[in-house]
C-alpha cells in the first residue's frame, strides 16, 4: 500500500445517480483503471447490505463494504466491524415513531422492519431510490428480539435536536433533509475506515474517501483526501479537501484523474 491509494465511495449520489440510478460509464471506466493500477477499492454506505443491489457493474472491483454507516464492515466473509445500538435506545425510538406517528425503518444485520403511517419511506426508498428490497419486511417485534444496527427515522433536522438527547448511546448522519441513520456512537463511516486501515495494515493517509452526504463528513475528515462530490452538501464542501463534479458530470472519473489514479 506504500504506493498506492485505498478508495472509499459512499454509494447514493456519489456513485449512483439519483436521476438513473446508475453508475456512470465514466465512473466504472474509472475505478477499473485505478484498481488495475493498484488501487483497493472500498464501498462505504448508509445501506445495509441486503439493500446493495446496484453496484453491478463494480462488484468484482470491491475489497470490502463499510455499510450501515460504520455499524458493519467486511472483507469477504470477515466482519471487520459489528456496533449495534443498546435496546434501550432502540426501544425509546420505536416507541417515540410508534406515539408521533412518523416513519421509520429498523435495520438488523440482515433482516429491515418497516412503520410507513405516512407514506414517506414509500416514496422516498421504494420510489426516489429505486429500493425494492423492502416490499416484504420483517415484523417489528421479530427485529427488536435481534441486534439493531441502525434506525432510519423520518423526522426533520428540528426535531432531530429535540430528539437526540433522548438517545443517549447514539449518533445520527443526515443525508436527506426528510429522515437521518441512527447508529450506535461507535459507528460511523470514519470509524469504518479505521477498522478496515487497521485489518488490512494500511495507513489511513492512503485513503481517499468520496462523498456527498452528511452522513459522509465522518469519512471526508477521517481519510487522508477527503473529496466532496458536486452534488455535495455545503458543509461536506467546506470540510473536503477537494470538490470534484456531480456524480452525473463525471465527478469520480474527473476527481480519479486529478490525483492520478487512472494513467
Same mark, same amino acid.
Given at each position: 500500500m506504500?504506493?498506492?491509494? !485505498? %478508495?472509499?465511495?459512499? +454509494?447514493?449520489?456519489?456513485?449512483v445517480s439519483f436521476n438513473t440510478h446508475e453508475i456512470p460509464e465514466s465512473a466504472v471506466l474509472a475505478l477499473t483503471k485505478a484498481k488495475a493500477n493498484g488501487a483497493q477499492i472500498y464501498i462505504a454506505t448508509g445501506r445495509p447490505p441486503m439493500i446493495i443491489t446496484n453496484l453491478g457493474a463494480i462488484k468484482h472491483l470491491i475489497d470490502g463494504y463499510i455499510t450501515i454507516n460504520g455499524a458493519l464492515c467486511y472483507i469477504g466473509r470477515k466482519m471487520v466491524c459489528y456496533q449495534p445500538i443498546p435496546q434501550q435506545d432502540v426501544l425509546t425510538c420505536v416507541q417515540d415513531a410508534q406515539a408521533k406517528g412518523y416513519g421509520l425503518i429498523v435495520i438488523g444485520r440482515d433482516k429491515v422492519a418497516v412503520l410507513d403511517p405516512t407514506g414517506s419511506v414509500d416514496r422516498i426508498f421504494r420510489q426516489y431510490l429505486n429500493v425494492k428490497e423492502f416490499d416484504n419486511?420483517?415484523?417489528?417485534? #421479530?427485529?427488536?428480539?435481534?441486534?439493531?444496527?441502525?434506525?432510519? !427515522?423520518?423526522?426533520?433536522?428540528?426535531y432531530e435536536k429535540v430528539m437526540l438527547p433522548s %438517545?443517549?448511546?447514539c449518533v445520527s448522519g443526515r443525508w436527506h433533509? #426528510?429522515?437521518t441513520d441512527i447508529t450506535a456512537r461507535e459507528a460511523d463511516k470514519g470509524k469504518g475506515i479505521q477498522a478496515i486501515a487497521c485489518y488490512k495494515g494500511f495507513?489511513?493517509?492512503?485513503? +481517499?474517501?468520496?462523498g456527498d452526504g452528511g452522513n459522509d463528513l465522518s469519512m471526508i475528515k477521517q481519510a487522508g483526501i477527503g473529496v466532496a462530490m458536486g452534488n455535495a452538501t455545503p458543509e461536506l464542501k467546506q470540510q473536503a479537501d477537494y470538490i470534484t463534479d456531480s456524480v452525473d458530470e463525471d465527478g469520480i472519473l474527473n476527481a480519479l484523474k486529478h490525483f492520478g489514479l487512472t494513467h
Amino acid at each position: 500500500m506504500t504506493d498506492t491509494y !485505498a %478508495l472509499f465511495f459512499d +454509494i447514493d449520489g456519489t456513485l449512483v445517480s439519483f436521476n438513473t440510478h446508475e453508475i456512470p460509464e465514466s465512473a466504472v471506466l474509472a475505478l477499473t483503471k485505478a484498481k488495475a493500477n493498484g488501487a483497493q477499492i472500498y464501498i462505504a454506505t448508509g445501506r445495509p447490505p441486503m439493500i446493495i443491489t446496484n453496484l453491478g457493474a463494480i462488484k468484482h472491483l470491491i475489497d470490502g463494504y463499510i455499510t450501515i454507516n460504520g455499524a458493519l464492515c467486511y472483507i469477504g466473509r470477515k466482519m471487520v466491524c459489528y456496533q449495534p445500538i443498546p435496546q434501550q435506545d432502540v426501544l425509546t425510538c420505536v416507541q417515540d415513531a410508534q406515539a408521533k406517528g412518523y416513519g421509520l425503518i429498523v435495520i438488523g444485520r440482515d433482516k429491515v422492519a418497516v412503520l410507513d403511517p405516512t407514506g414517506s419511506v414509500d416514496r422516498i426508498f421504494r420510489q426516489y431510490l429505486n429500493v425494492k428490497e423492502f416490499d416484504n419486511p420483517s415484523p417489528l417485534q #421479530e427485529l427488536l428480539c435481534q441486534d439493531v444496527l441502525q434506525l432510519t !427515522a423520518f423526522f426533520d433536522a428540528d426535531y432531530e435536536k429535540v430528539m437526540l438527547p433522548s %438517545l443517549p448511546h447514539c449518533v445520527s448522519g443526515r443525508w436527506h433533509p #426528510e429522515f437521518t441513520d441512527i447508529t450506535a456512537r461507535e459507528a460511523d463511516k470514519g470509524k469504518g475506515i479505521q477498522a478496515i486501515a487497521c485489518y488490512k495494515g494500511f495507513d489511513t493517509s492512503r485513503t +481517499i474517501a468520496f462523498g456527498d452526504g452528511g452522513n459522509d463528513l465522518s469519512m471526508i475528515k477521517q481519510a487522508g483526501i477527503g473529496v466532496a462530490m458536486g452534488n455535495a452538501t455545503p458543509e461536506l464542501k467546506q470540510q473536503a479537501d477537494y470538490i470534484t463534479d456531480s456524480v452525473d458530470e463525471d465527478g469520480i472519473l474527473n476527481a480519479l484523474k486529478h490525483f492520478g489514479l487512472t494513467h
